[in-house]
């Protein structure tokens, strides 16, 4: 499957999420991802304020890193918080096929894999 997403602002620089995702790759009888294991290639954040509203400046938070793979539940109970946050896309020298790494997810149990690129095409 191929989604191609474009977006372009003028004048002024603005945080786009174009696509929320959740993946559970486990299938529907496990509801959860908390066994699912990701690396994501960004190294910030947008910042989320008490009202959910992405704000316009950028935050690093120890919970919120992924460079390494690490399994997702390991951070939701470090600090008890759940992920809804825009990542701010690092995508290196990581490429294969034309295609750089954005992120990667993999459920333990069914040892399925989802890799999201950036930069497709170029």
Not at 2 to 21: D, F, W
Not at 24 to 42: K, R
Not at 103 to 112: A, P
């Amino acid at each position: 499957m191929k989604l191609n997403m474009e977006a372009s602002v003028e004048n002024k620089n603005t945080p786009i999420n174009l696509a929320q995702k959740y993946w559970n790759l486990a299938g529907n009888d496990s509801w959860n991802i908390v066994d699912h294991m990701i690396q994501i290639w960004g190294p910030h954040i947008t910042h989320v304020d008490q009202h959910t509203d992405h704000a316009s400046f950028l935050r690093k938070g120890i919970s919120f890193r992924f460079h390494h793979k690490k399994w997702i539940g390991k951070s939701t109970r470090e600090v008890g918080i759940r992920y809804d946050h825009n990542y701010v896309l690092d995508c290196p020298d990581q490429e294969k096929d034309g295609l750089k790494h954005a992120t990667k997810l993999k459920d333990g149990s069914s040892e399925q894999v989802v890799l999201h690129g950036c930069g497709l095409g170029n």
